[in-house]
């Protein structure tokens, strides 16, 4: 019963976590968003204290509850070491636990998050890497099946369906996303709950409290003939059959020895009789096991080495990138001084400190301005999601980054709030813009500017120039997005490292002139 109920809800919370990534319409964050805030990252960094609470007393009284239920990556592991048991059962078996490896990253976590190298903090982080991994992979795939279904649903004369864009965000996060697929894969499908028990620095946590969980599963030795049939279905390796001993720190609480024991010796409950239940220890170690976790450890290594090997590569594949496109003769080149980061974050050192990389806000952006950055922000800061015009322009009156971010890095605005958040400012280059190099009439950038920061002034030959006003931009990128001006465009927009108020602009306004009968 115990399986069951833990397996419904997991299947829930799971089936939910993913289509907030993949629901392209927006409709469902309004119901289950909540299931992004409470991952307990995302919480941590956004010192949600209600949420780290709950989720710390919810381990202390029935373990580690969070890490077979609520966290979306600790299913999928679960999904593929299920589908790797058809071919193979009984195939798991105690091991050791590897505490200095287990210890090591989290001491290593830790220090990343104070030191601001985020590129490593969200390379481990559960709920980001698999918002990642949904959002570069899966996401793709939805939204081809989408436009599938929309095209067999017009030739039928029906609109149940609409096709969307589909575009890779980002090069760097797609083969991160890849690596990090493939490598969970592998250690589910030889060892179940490897990754979780081994590497991830959320798991160690909570290990750590589940040790002193209220409610465990525990061995009842008058019932126990040590037949060894509960270690074979412990996913985490952590039930070891021959001492009668369980490591608390590494049960994920998936009740699958519940069901496997024939004599019923396995209970979940609080504490047996003193004579029934040995005290469990933590880390028994013998010969034996070391020797059968050999395998599983350099699996482990060569995860992290190729996470180590990417972030390491990086600076020599922005030198090639920066080698863009030659200046032509009578442009002008320019290079962004400073990346957008999404309207309402504050500044881009606090967004840097609290994003986790989970592309939440990048799979729901409308206007597909939010992609993954490369190397915009640093090696600290790849992945994090930075504001492009490439694909499109922030809409004046739209505010989902803020509404969906689950850990407050993008904090939430209203829409007056929005209309004066000056995530950057506008840059007129005239030797580009095409009223000078084409003697030719334009005024796209003005068309599209919302605040009115860009107006055509006269110029000469009867034409008009952009004149623009910075103190009323808002960044919003409508005037880059539009520009027509190749190879470089005339207007682009500069980041503010800190977030700015812009000042209200006004609309033009009509006068009504009242004149006599004859209008004269």
Same mark, same amino acid.
């Given at each position: 019963?115990?399986?069951?109920?833990?397996?419904?809800?997991?299947? @829930?919370?799971?089936?939910?976590?993913?289509?907030?990534?993949?629901?392209?319409?927006?409709?469902?964050?309004?119901?289950?968003?909540?299931?992004?805030?409470?991952?307990?990252?995302?919480?941590?960094?956004?010192? #949600?204290?209600?949420?780290?609470?709950?989720?710390?007393?919810?381990?202390?009284?029935?373990?580690? @509850?969070?890490?077979?239920?609520?966290?979306?990556?600790?299913?999928?592991?679960?999904?593929?070491?299920?589908?790797?048991?058809?071919?193979?059962?009984?195939?798991?078996?105690?091991?050791?636990?590897?505490?200095?490896?287990?210890?090591?990253?989290?001491?290593?976590?830790?220090?990343?998050?104070?030191?601001?190298?985020?590129?490593?903090?969200?390379?481990?982080?559960?709920?980001?890497?698999?918002?990642?991994?949904?959002?570069?992979?899966?996401?793709?795939?939805?939204?081809?099946?989408?436009?599938?279904?929309?095209?067999?649903?017009?030739?039928? &004369?029906?609109?149940?369906?609409?096709?969307?864009?589909?575009?890779?965000?980002?090069?760097?996060?797609?083969? @991160?996303?890849?690596?990090?697929?493939?490598?969970?894969?592998?250690?589910?499908?030889?060892?179940?709950?490897?990754?979780? #028990?081994?590497?991830?620095?959320?798991?160690?946590?909570?290990?750590?409290?589940?040790?002193?969980?209220?409610?465990?599963?525990?061995? &009842?030795?008058?019932?126990?003939?040590?037949?060894?049939?509960?270690?074979?279905?412990?996913?985490?390796?952590?039930?070891?059959?021959?001492?009668?001993?369980?490591?608390?720190?590494?049960?994920?609480?998936?009740?699958?020895?519940?069901?496997?024991?024939?004599?019923?010796?396995?209970?979940?409950?609080?504490?047996?009789?003193?004579?029934?239940?040995?005290?469990?220890?933590?880390?028994?170690?013998?010969?034996?096991?070391?020797?059968?976790?050999?395998?599983?450890?350099?699996?482990?290594?060569?995860?992290?080495?190729?996470?180590?090997?990417?972030?390491?590569?990086?600076?020599?594949?922005?030198?090639?990138?920066?080698?863009?496109?030659?200046?032509?003769?009578?442009?002008?080149?320019?290079?962004?001084? #400073?990346?957008?980061?999404?309207?309402?974050?504050?500044?881009?050192?606090?967004?840097?400190?609290?994003?986790?990389?989970?592309?939440?806000?990048?799979?729901?952006?409308?206007?597909?301005?939010?992609?993954?950055?490369?190397?915009?922000?640093?090696?600290?800061?790849?992945?994090?999601?930075?504001?492009?015009?490439?694909?499109?322009?922030?809409?004046?009156?739209?505010?989902?980054?803020?509404?969906?971010?689950? #850990?407050?890095?993008?904090?939430?605005?209203?829409?007056?709030?929005?209309?004066?958040?000056?995530?950057?400012?506008?840059?007129?280059?005239?030797?580009?813009?095409?009223?000078?190099?084409?003697?030719?009439?334009?005024?796209?950038?003005?068309?599209?500017?919302?605040?009115?920061?860009?107006?055509?002034?006269?110029?000469? &030959?009867?034409?008009?120039?952009?004149?623009?006003?910075?103190?009323?931009?808002?960044?919003?990128?409508?005037?880059?997005?539009?520009?027509?001006?190749?190879?470089?465009?005339?207007?682009?927009?500069?980041?503010?490292?800190?977030?700015?108020?812009?000042?209200?602009?006004?609309?033009?306004?009509?006068?009504?002139?009242?004149?006599?009968?004859?209008?004269?």
């Amino acid at each position: 019963m115990l399986r069951t109920i833990r397996l419904t809800l997991a299947v @829930i919370f799971f089936a939910l976590i993913t289509l907030l990534f993949l629901d392209f319409t927006g409709t469902l964050h309004a119901w289950f968003g909540w299931m992004a805030k409470i991952q307990f990252l995302p919480a941590v960094l956004a010192l #949600n204290i209600g949420v780290v609470l709950f989720l710390a007393v919810l381990t202390l009284v029935f373990g580690r @509850i969070y890490c077979s239920v609520i966290c979306p990556l600790g299913v999928f592991q679960d999904i593929v070491s299920w589908l790797s048991a058809k071919r193979k059962k009984n195939r798991f078996r105690y091991s050791s636990a590897l505490k200095w490896l287990r210890y090591g990253v989290l001491g290593v976590f830790v220090l990343a998050i104070i030191g601001g190298l985020n590129s490593f903090v969200v390379l481990l982080a559960p709920y980001s890497s698999y918002g990642r991994i949904v959002s570069s992979l899966f996401s793709p795939l939805y939204q081809w099946a989408n436009n599938g279904l929309a095209y067999l649903a017009e030739r039928a &004369d029906s609109y149940a369906f609409y096709e969307t864009d589909v575009w890779m965000k980002s090069l760097p996060t797609l083969l @991160i996303a890849t690596v990090t697929l493939v490598v969970l894969i592998v250690l589910a499908w030889r060892g179940g709950r490897t990754y979780c #028990n081994t590497i991830c620095p959320v798991g160690t946590v909570l290990g750590l409290l589940s040790r002193y969980s209220l409610f465990k599963v525990r061995i &009842d030795t008058a019932k126990c003939n040590g037949c060894g049939l509960c270690a074979t279905k412990c996913k985490a390796a952590c039930i070891h059959n021959k001492e009668h001993t369980i490591d608390y720190s590494r049960c994920v609480d998936c009740f699958d020895c519940l069901e496997a024991c024939k004599q019923k010796a396995l209970v979940y409950a609080p504490a047996l009789k003193k004579q029934q239940l040995p005290s469990a220890v933590e880390n028994p170690t013998s010969a034996t096991a070391e020797q059968s976790s050999a395998t599983a450890d350099s699996s482990k290594r060569r995860f992290l080495l190729a996470g180590l090997a990417t972030a390491g590569a990086a600076p020599k594949l922005l030198s090639k990138a920066q080698e863009s496109i030659a200046t032509m003769e009578g442009k002008t080149a320019y290079k962004k001084e #400073n990346p957008i980061t999404p309207p309402g974050s504050v500044s881009q050192k606090r967004f840097q400190q609290h994003c986790t990389s989970c592309h939440l806000c990048v799979s729901k952006c409308p206007s597909h301005v939010l992609k993954p950055a490369f190397m915009e922000y640093g090696l600290g800061g790849i992945m994090q999601p930075t504001v492009s015009f490439e694909k499109g322009f922030c809409n004046f009156d739209c505010t989902v980054c803020g509404d969906v971010c689950p #850990n407050g890095a993008i904090p939430p605005l209203t829409v007056e709030q929005k209309h004066l958040t000056q995530m950057g400012y506008v840059v007129f280059i005239e030797e580009n813009c095409i009223v000078l190099t084409d003697g030719t009439s334009c005024g796209a950038c003005s068309e599209h500017c919302p605040t009115q920061a860009i107006a055509m002034v006269p110029y000469k &030959d009867g034409l008009t120039i952009p004149h623009i006003n910075t103190e009323i931009c808002v960044g919003c990128g409508g005037c880059e997005y539009v520009c027509p001006a190749r190879p470089f465009r005339a207007v682009y927009i500069e980041g503010n490292p800190v977030q700015k108020e812009a000042k209200p602009f006004k609309e033009s306004e009509e006068h009504k002139v009242e004149i006599d009968d004859f209008g004269f």
